[in-house]
């Protein structure tokens, strides 16, 4: 359903009403009635299908899951079904805020909300995504509210197995809130059935060219501004010219200044500066030899999970390589602190994609990780805790 | 924040102006800083020329404080004198303007060339962004430019695109890959149009072309008898449309396929020079020592080609 008419449809009913459609569903379903959960989740992602896929086999299991449209979302007091409300990129509070004191008050805000939807019964489960978000306009607030959240949380979604300790430095979270549900792939979930050939044609690439991807929203965090700044050393390690492919939403006017500052002197970067739809991400990524995560900090990465998808060798900051268990050989890590090795991992992660081990690690990777398989395992894990 | 530009001396449109600017008569950011409304702006021009190229100029301001792109659209339509729409002969009809921090601005000049029989032209400015203020001082009048012209530099400091495409034009004709590509950074950075994109790829490929032997020398055996004269190419004659790479990769295929086993011999004649480019990248030894025509290659003069060359040479 486009997401569109899906937003009419939740801005039009409240949220007791699709409490009521989610029951009668699970009900029409065949789930018994004791049995029946509702999960309602903010922010709703537009253009990131990762919440569709965690969720996508809710109904098999008894959950019927929605988007609601804001935090402060006020909840009736149900006896059943169970409620859950689960909170992911919660830097959103802040959309509206101009000042660090506005953000503060809308952190404020949230927090009561929380306690309010608490004393209606309702479960809060919280995904970390990041230690902070990418896009962190007021990253004090934002650590304060995490550790807020993180105490009043029942249930806390890791998928880095080292994401305590990678949190550590900023919050605290308490191991026996927290739960661990991999990263699904994209497997099933984008189109793929362009070949490599045909990909590169419509992009322009030769046969015989070296090409890396830098895929996903465009942010001071995001690191294409580092790469740039060290695409000259892995052409020189490498020998000879790259193509790069810079595709993804832009960010701040500044930041894009930036950006296309020094993308104006590099011919044979491309940029792509607008959402890739689902159907298009498969030219980018068959087309492309290594997808690029350069980011200054990072939990987990939906564009490694991409890459994987694809067949494709990805570098990721050392604290992701985790979370890609069982394809390291497609997983090449850095160390953020130290940008050389930024250009190490590349030259290695070029030469991974070169080897058919590397494919076949990927590819296993991609279907023990189908959303389907992840989404079970992820209501299976709540059900068992709640 | 808000009250930045109306301290710069901005303000807005009245009623009464907005009403009439409908009319397209009344060219009311003339008057001073005036803060740019939601609705487009245009005024008419009558078109004395249509060889001469026709410009105005804008100082754009932001209440942000950093340079902004796209944020407001200029955009001009012309018609003949009795009122018919017509096409322009090139892309050159509209532009995005970049907005300034105030005490930061600089004037930004727009460049159209009008089609013939154009009698009357329309130019329409509007706002693209909403987040922040926009004030803009400056001419809708369409006048024909007469400006003294910008030296190398201060054209590549400035946004002036018919100054930077009239160096660039100068740079094309010298062969000057150094200035064209200073040229064409500050194009691509200000407008990022294909053709500017295009133009910087090919004379980067040329360059690596330069920087790298194509091919290791090519060991096929010479067993006919007859040598092959490579008279004409293959491939349409190159005009740096696109990578020169490519256009070698592919003649020199058809040459390696349409000499056989023979000897190959390059004579003088059409595209000569190409012809001794394809025949050193498909990794085949030269006949002579002499360099043909040059000048039919674009963006390489005689020492590139001989440097090429020899750095090719078995």
């Keep these: ?46 253009g990131n299908p990762f919440q ?175 790469f740039l700044a060290e695409l000259d050393n892995i052409e020189a390690i490498i020998g000879d010219r790259m193509r790069v492919l810079i595709a993804g939403t832009p960010g701040d006017a500044q930041y894009m200044e930036e950006i296309y500052a020094l993308a104006a002197s590099k011919p044979w970067v491309t940029m792509i500066t607008k959402h890739i739809d689902d159907h298009s991400v498969q030219f980018l990524f068959q087309a492309a030899d290594v997808s690029l995560c350069p980011y200054d900090i990072g939990l987990n990465s939906g564009v490694a999970a991409t890459a994987a998808t694809f067949g494709c060798v990805s570098v990721v900051p050392d604290s992701l390589v985790p979370t890609m268990a069982g394809a390291e050989a497609g997983v090449i890590g850095f160390n953020p602190t130290r940008r050389d090795t930024l250009v190490t991992a590349t030259v290695r992660a070029l030469e991974a994609a070169g080897n058919p081990d590397t494919k076949n690690a990927l590819a296993s990777w991609s279907e023990a990780h189908r959303p389907a398989a992840i989404s079970a395992v992820f209501f299976d894990s709540l059900r068992q805790r709640s | 924040m808000t009250a930045t530009l109306e301290q710069f001396g901005a303000t807005a449109l009245t009623k009464h102006e907005l009403i009439s600017s409908r009319l397209h008569f009344f060219d009311y950011l003339r008057s001073g800083l005036r803060l ?40 001009v339509k012309y018609f003949s004198l009795l009122g018919r729409v017509l096409k322009p002969e090139r892309q050159q009809d509209n532009h995005q303007l970049f907005a300034d921090p105030t005490g930061q601005a600089v004037p930004q000049q727009c460049f159209f060339q009008p089609p013939r029989r154009a009698f009357w032209a ?64 500050r194009l691509i950075f200000l407008a990022a149009s294909s053709a500017d994109r295009q133009t910087l790829r090919t004379i980067s490929d040329i360059e690596a072309v330069l920087k790298a032997p194509a091919k290791s020398p090519n060991r096929h055996v010479e067993t006919s008898l007859e040598p092959y004269v490579y008279l004409r190419p293959f491939m349409p004659a190159y005009q740096g449309m696109y990578p020169l790479s490519k256009w070698l990769a592919s003649e020199a295929m058809m040459l390696e396929k349409a000499a056989g086993h023979a000897h190959i011999i390059v004579e003088d004649g059409p595209q000569a020079a190409l012809r001794q480019l394809a025949l050193r990248y498909a990794g085949f030894s030269q006949n002579t020592d002499e360099i043909w025509g040059a000048d039919d290659v674009p963006w390489l003069n005689k020492s590139d080609i001989a440097f090429y060359l020899s750095k090719t040479e078995k």
């Excluded at chain 1, 105490?151 to 305590?164: C, F, G, L, S, V």
């Design chain 2, 122 to 185: 329309l130019a329409t400015l509007e706002r693209q962004t909403n987040e922040r203020r926009i004030a803009l001082q400056g001419s809708l009048k369409l006048t024909q430019y007469r400006a003294a012209p910008l030296s190398l530099d201060e054209a590549l400091a400035s946004r002036n695109g018919y100054e930077l495409r009239r160096h660039l034009m100068l740079s094309q004709q010298k062969k000057d890959r150094t200035a064209a590509k200073r040229l064409l950074e």
């Design chain 1, 52 to 226: 569709d896929m965690l969720y996508s086999k809710g109904f098999d299991n008894g959950f019927a899951c929605f988007p609601v449209g804001a935090p402060e979302t006020s909840m009736p007091v149900l006896t059943s079904p169970l409620l859950y409300m689960h909170y992911h990129w919660i830097h959103r509070v802040f959309a509206t805020a101009n000042t660090a004191h506005e953000a503060k008050l809308a952190s404020q805000r949230f927090l009561v909300a929380i306690d309010r939807q608490k004393s209606a019964g309702a479960q809060i489960i919280w995904t970390v995504h990041n230690i902070v978000s990418h896009e962190s306009r007021f990253p004090d607030e934002e650590i304060a509210l995490r550790a807020a959240l993180g105490k009043k949380a029942d249930h806390i979604h890791i998928m880095n197995p080292a994401t305590r300790e990678l949190c550590a430095r900023y919050y605290d979270l308490d191991s026996h809130k927290t739960f661990i549900v991999s990263h699904p792939s994209y497997a099933g979930v984008y189109s793929n059935y362009i070949s490599r050939e045909q990909a590169r044609l419509n992009l322009g690439i030769g046969a015989e060219e070296k090409v890396l991807l830098l895929f996903g929203s465009l942010g001071p965090r995001k690191g294409a501004r580092l």
């Design chain 2, 36 to 75: 740019l409304p939601k609705r487009p702006l245009g005024v008419l021009s009558k078109v004395r020329s249509s060889e001469a190229p026709l410009c105005c100029s804008f100082t754009v301001l932001t209440n942000g404080d950093f340079a902004e792109r796209g944020v407001v659209h200029l955009e």
């Design chain 1, 1 to 46: 359903m486009p997401y569109s008419q899906e937003d009419e449809q939740i801005r039009i009913r409240s949220f007791e009403e699709v409490c009521v459609d989610g029951k009668l569903a699970l009900h029409a379903r065949g789930t018994p009635d004791d049995d029946a959960r509702i999960l309602a989740y903010y922010p709703k992602a537009h």
